[in-house]
């Protein structure tokens, strides 16, 4: 069994991804991460790159995504 972690049901943020709890979620010892596909899909291209590369250097792996709409409820 895998452990994975909803990066952006943590997310502080303005961008909404979570990111800057990835090196902690690895530290924890979780599998794997689930990146939230509606919020990077609304990022600049820099800042994609740079999720990418948070991502490769830290260990843990993003294996799939969640949110796949950006819908907002009133």
């Known amino acids: 069994m895998k452990f994975g972690c909803c990066l952006n049901m943590v997310a502080t943020r303005p961008d909404g991804t979570g990111?800057?709890?990835?090196?902690?979620?690895?530290?924890l010892g979780y599998d794997y991460v689930e990146l939230p596909l509606a919020e990077m899909t609304a990022l600049l291209d820099e800042?994609?790159?740079?999720i990418k590369k948070t991502v490769e250097r830290s260990g843990i792996r993003c294996e799939t995504c969640n949110n796949f709409s950006r819908t907002r409820y009133a």
């Not at 990111?19 to 530290?27: P, R, T, V």
């Not at 800042?47 to 740079?50: D, H, I, K, P």
């Open 19 to 27: 990111i800057e709890f990835l090196g902690k979620i690895a530290e």
């Open 47 to 50: 800042e994609f790159e740079e």
